[in-house]
């Protein structure tokens, strides 16, 4: 299945290698637009999956704050999205 995340009319990220975990779509590092992105200094733990790290994404001058999130060094139970980036904050995951 093919995904993309939308955000003011922009496509943050497109892939078919998406990953399914907990009702959040994860996205291969490769498949985002980098030039949305910001990291910042936002952190949080997941008990099984390990500590997140956040970007802000900013379009057409519009910046919403930490709302994307990725693990870096996943936990042995979340191999498989470490690196890969989930979204939340009116970010909009559409199919096709």
């Not at 907990?22 to 910001?38: L, V």
């Not at 001058?61 to 690196?83: C, F, H, Q, T």
Request: with cysteine.
């Amino acid at each position: 299945m093919r995904y993309k995340a939308v955000w003011n009319d922009k496509v943050l990220a497109e892939s078919n290698e998406t990953k399914s975990i907990e009702g959040n779509i994860y996205f291969p590092a490769d498949s985002i637009r980098k030039e949305f992105f910001k990291e910042t200094e936002t952190h949080t733990t997941c008990p099984w999956k390990g500590k997140a790290f956040y970007y802000s994404v900013e379009v057409d001058g519009k910046v919403n704050e930490d709302a994307a999130w990725y693990y870096p060094k996943a936990s042995p139970l979340a191999r498989d999205i470490e690196g890969y980036v989930a979204f939340w904050k009116g970010i909009e995951i559409q199919e096709g």
